[in-house]
């Protein structure tokens, strides 16, 4: 059977046949240390597992669950954002889980977009606003960002554009794979943006809380709502990633507007996941602190490796990523490869996040220092 037109520019995603690459090395005996895939390898708290099995055992928890997820669980959300962000949300009608934030940009998308309207998207970003933009029949336009400006949109620049097709914008602070933060001025800067122009902001949010003492909301922003969207998730925050479990907050209308395509698709979360995710929201700032002292340890044993390998790292980087230039006269795809070839060690090439990422090569922190010093003894050997 023939595919159908919308898959002619959407490519397999990069990991899914690069991992394939990586699992038949080490198949072949290869001891591969994996630097590339941002899938926290630490445990999810222990009381969220205990939360799981108990609920398992809950008469309902079998059935099917509520479209718009259990009141607990969005009452959690509601707590959660107030807590960390000082974000007042209302659990009825601005909050809607998801199946891991990635989900969300789906739903985004096919709620929103008609064939021909226009996205604004990171260059360099997360591959998925791309693909999806491409998966719905919307035109991707690119805004780029650099080390210069800090990996901040030029809004002054943009606004010289025919936005006049725009719908949405996906930005996502903390910024994944720079490690680049935004800050209260900026996001009020890109609220007044969006009012003027009358597109819908998206701030794609997973980061906030690794190696960042300070977590922001885009919804902290004054009178933001009607042209803001925030997608959270438990992933990397709570060592969740397989749970797939995320939220979308915003405006009512907004939210109605993507439950529309969103009820339609699922028919809610298992009751157990959304269990144990209520007790993750609920944890209280301790659990970050010590999964960053872990994940600061980490970091410093990749610089170190980033050095060994002549890369120059950006400051200042939040998230759970090293973001460094490759040597000068490599590309970074050359780069991934030499050292998946020669040292049998797995990172991720800035080319795959947009033409801004080439040149680059992002290091994620999801593996224990003892593996982080074999890939530097490796290097230096
Ligand atoms: C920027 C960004 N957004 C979204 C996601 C997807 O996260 P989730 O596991 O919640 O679907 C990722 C995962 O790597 C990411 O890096």
């Not at 979308?248 to 507007?257: M, P, R």
């Not at 998230?319 to 490599?330: I, Q, S, T």
């Not at 780069?335 to 994620?364: C, K, M, N, W």
């Amino acid at each position: 059977m023939v595919q159908a037109k919308r898959l002619d520019e959407v490519k397999e995603y990069y990991f899914s046949s690069k991992l394939r690459e990586v699992r038949a090395l080490e198949a072949a005996g290869k001891p591969i240390i994996n630097l590339g895939i941002g899938s926290p390898d630490l445990p999810p708290p222990p009381q969220v597992i205990s939360k799981l099995n108990e609920a398992l055992s809950n008469p309902g928890a079998h059935q099917y669950q509520p479209y718009r997820g259990t009141a607990d669980f969005r009452n959690a959300i509601r707590d959660f954002y107030k807590n960390h962000y000082q974000v007042s949300l209302d659990p009825e009608t601005e909050i809607i889980p998801l199946m891991g934030s990635k989900e969300g940009i789906t739903h985004i998308s096919m709620a929103f977009l008609d064939k021909g309207d226009q996205v604004l998207i990171p260059n360099p970003g997360y591959p998925t606003y791309s693909s999806v933009t491409k998966l719905v029949e919307a035109e991707a336009v690119y805004y780029n960002l650099s080390a210069k400006g800090n990996w901040l949109p030029d809004l002054e620049e943009l606004a010289k554009k025919d936005l006049s097709k725009v719908k949405l914008m996906w930005v996502n602070y903390p910024h994944m794979p720079t490690g680049a933060s935004a800050n209260d001025e900026f996001f009020a800067d890109l609220v007044a943006f969006a009012k003027k122009w009358q597109i819908l902001i998206i701030n794609d949010n997973p980061y906030s809380f690794i190696l960042n003492d300070h977590p922001e909301s885009i919804l902290k922003t004054e009178d933001c709502k009607d042209v803001v969207l925030e997608l959270n998730s438990l992933s990397k925050s709570f060592n969740m990633a397989g749970w797939r479990i995320g939220m979308l907050c915003g405006s009512e209308k907004n939210i109605n507007t993507i439950l529309k395509v969103k009820t339609n698709m699922d028919s809610g979360m298992f009751y157990p996941l959304q269990a144990g995710a209520a007790e993750a929201l609920r944890l209280d700032k301790k659990w970050f602190t010590a999964q960053n002292e872990i994940y600061k340890q980490r970091k410093e044993k990749v610089l170190e490796l980033a050095e060994a390998l002549n890369c120059t790292p950006e400051k200042d980087q939040q998230g759970m990523f090293v973001w460094a230039k490759v040597p000068e006269g490599e590309t970074s795809e050359g780069f991934v490869d030499h050292l998946l070839h020669t040292h049998d060690i797995f990172t991720a090439p800035g080319f795959i996040f947009g033409s801004q990422g080439e040149g680059y090569i992002r290091f994620s922190l999801c593996t224990n220092e003892e593996n982080i010093s074999e890939a530097i003894k490796r290097v230096k050997k």
